[in-house]
Nanobody, 137 residues
Framework: QEHLEESGGGSVQAGGTLRLSCKTSAKIFTTNCMGWFRQVPGKEREGVAA????????YYGAPVKGRFAISQDNAKNTIYLQMNSLKPEDTALYYCAAEAVLFFEGGRMACPGILAGLGGPDEYNAWGQGTQVTVSS
């Protein structure tokens, strides 16, 4: 299994910021979907954001749109998740995912697992160990 190196989790107060990083190999990074998912105990894994590294197109889940930003550094084979205006409901274990192709359905196209009706987490073949984000009120 390909290695995904996550970092950047932690504890902050509501309204604070955190930045997550996910580094991988050039083989995995190049022209692929990479993304962030989160999970709390007892709930399904939720898509947060994804990026198509081929051209930098980004996709966001509704709960984080306008607050989070996903980006890539091609020289470092790394993606980032800048999380601003954090809320207690953002508390979760955040996973980096990679090795997925663009998902096509009903004339729409996106990295899978983020937008409703366009695939799920199972479309990704590589996963990190997870990094905890805790937001206190």
């Amino acid at each position: 299994q390909e290695h995904l190196e996550e970092s950047g989790g932690g504890s902050v107060q509501a309204g604070g910021t955190l930045r997550l990083s996910c580094k991988t190999s050039a083989k995995i990074f190049t022209t692929n979907c990479m993304g962030w998912f989160r999970q709390v105990p007892g709930k399904e894994r939720e898509g947060v954001a994804a990026i198509y590294t081929g051209d930098g197109t980004t996709y966001y889940g509704a709960p984080v749109k306008g607050r989070f930003a996903i980006s890539q550094d091609n020289a470092k084979n790394t993606i980032y998740l800048q999380m601003n205006s954090l809320k207690p409901e953002d508390t979760a274990l955040y996973y980096c995912a990679a090795e997925a192709v663009l998902f096509f359905e009903g004339g729409r196209m996106a990295c899978p697992g983020i937008l409703a009706g366009l695939g799920g987490p199972d479309e990704y073949n590589a996963w990190g160990q997870g990094t905890q984000v805790t937001v206190s009120s």
